[in-house]
Nanobody, 119 residues
Framework: QLQLVESGGGLVQAGGSLRLSCAAS????????MAWFRQTPGKEREIVAA????????NYADSVKGRFTISRDNAKNTVSLQMNSLEPEDTAVYYC????????????WGQGTQVTVSS
């Protein structure tokens, strides 16, 4: 039922920045915990950053701590991922995901947006 659409991906040189955005289709967006995942061919999907439904807590993968920031704007039904100091290793398809309340499983996924970091 919840539809998610990512945007903001593209090609950037190492050291540059990108801001990804995820737009949700429902007013109940504020009831969902949100996260960004990424996946590279041949690699398992990994969680990059997560934020609680009310934005009071965030978590980051060790590989992106200090460089990436997740945030949400419940009034606009959006969640963002600010990515700074990008490295070639950050190249991946980035996915927005949602889970209801305190559910463990992320049940809803966007189609993904490609981020390519050149050296």
């Amino acid at each position: 039922q919840l539809q998610l659409v990512e945007s903001g991906g593209g090609l950037v040189q190492a050291g540059g920045s990108l801001r990804l955005s995820c737009a949700a289709s429902r007013r109940t967006f504020s009831r969902y915990g949100m996260a960004w995942f990424r996946q590279t061919p041949g690699k398992e999907r990994e969680i990059v950053a997560a934020i609680t439904w009310n934005g009071d807590s965030t978590n980051y993968a060790d590989s992106v701590k200090g460089r990436f920031t997740i945030s949400r704007d419940n009034a606009k039904n959006t969640v963002s991922l600010q990515m700074n100091s990008l490295e070639p290793e950050d190249t991946a398809v980035y996915y927005c995901a949602a889970r209801w309340g305190t559910n463990i499983k992320y049940d809803y996924w966007g189609q993904g947006t490609q981020v390519t970091v050149s050296s």
